[in-house]
């Protein structure tokens, strides 16, 4: 069974950071290209950033280039995102994904 379960959200004034956890079983980790996506309140999922299998490739929506970095730690089966000069805008709820697939997300708040 596919488990996903992020950790790792708060609140947090504008501005300022958060780091994201996601730990994974049920599938072979190391293999599968992973994704982040998040729901703010009233509004649609929405995709974050994506990483290859091996880490070296990564991918942003426009709005969080330069903001968010996404790596994995393949030997732990886990997933990261850093959230730096956060916004309002950012606030929802942050999913880890296995392509559409996503478990237990994280709330992230962002304001003063």
């Known amino acids: 069974e596919v488990q996903l379960v992020a950790s790792g959200g708060g609140l947090v004034q504008p501005g300022g950071s958060l780091r994201l956890s996601c730990v994974a079983s049920g599938f072979t980790f190391s293999t599968t290209e992973m994704n982040w996506a998040r729901q703010a309140p009233g509004k649609e999922l929405e995709w974050v950033s994506t990483?290859?299998?091996?880490?070296?490739?990564?991918w942003f929506r426009s709005s969080v280039e330069g903001r968010f970095t996404i790596s994995r730690d393949n030997a732990k089966n886990m997933l990261y995102l850093q959230l730096n000069s956060l916004k309002t805008e950012d606030t929802g709820i942050y999913y880890c994904?296995?392509?559409?697939?996503r478990g237990q997300g994280t709330q992230v708040t962002v304001s003063s």
């Open positions: 990483i290859s299998a091996d880490g070296r490739n990564t």
């Open positions: 994904r296995k392509g559409a697939y």
